[in-house]
């Protein structure tokens, strides 16, 4: 019970409670094993972007000098009068873009569809002139002016044109080939 001689309002200010303290913010370090995984994700990701950025801006380097290689000799061959030294430019403009295995064994027809497939529809015209292909690589007598000049133009205008290879629509690989088209004007030089 309570004592009677103490004051009721005296007994219940006088507890002897301690003040309220919070806690301490928590500090950020150590990290979270959370953090270090995204910070090693991160990394990870960044140095993998970082090696694709530099290899492609390789392979531009590359190309661009190649290009510009090309039409180098392009200009220089302006005066030749031999289109094997034109067909040798091409088809070492060609394996420097494509894989050996593509090009390297294409001869004849097969070698100017090859040339055309790199072209856009408007632009293609090397089946079209293969029988002046075939006489200035093949003949003894050569090409005449006019004949020269177009395949020049042609030869030029593929290294403006198909180089860097681009994706398009009308570019189909090797193993598509119109094989039929080949055959008729195999069949026709024979």
Not at 29 to 37: E, K, R, V
Not at 47 to 67: D, E, M, T
Request: net charge positive; proline share 6%.
């Amino acid at each position: 019970m309570a004592d009677p001689t103490i004051p009721m309002n005296k007994a219940t200010t006088t507890l002897p409670l301690a003040d309220v303290h919070l806690q301490d913010i928590p500090g950020t370090w150590p990290l979270a094993w959370g953090w270090w995984l995204c910070i090693i994700i991160g990394v990870i990701a960044l140095s993998y972007l970082s090696r694709l950025l530099f290899r492609k801006i390789k392979q531009h380097r590359a190309s661009k000098q190649a290009q510009h290689e090309a039409k180098r000799q392009l200009k220089a061959m302006a005066q030749t009068t031999q289109l094997g030294d034109i067909n040798e430019l091409l088809r070492k403009a060609a394996l420097s873009y494509f894989p050996r295995q593509q090009v390297a064994g294409l001869t004849g027809q097969r070698w100017l569809s090859f040339l055309d497939q790199q072209l856009p529809p408007k632009q293609q015209g090397f089946l079209a002139h293969s029988d002046v292909w075939q006489q200035g690589l093949f003949s003894p007598n050569g090409l005449n002016e006019n004949e020269l000049m177009q395949c020049k133009k042609l030869a030029s205008n593929w290294i403006v044109h198909a180089l860097p290879p681009k994706p398009h629509k009308h570019v189909t690989d090797n193993a598509s080939v119109d094989n039929t088209s080949i055959s008729k004007q195999e069949q026709h030089d024979v």
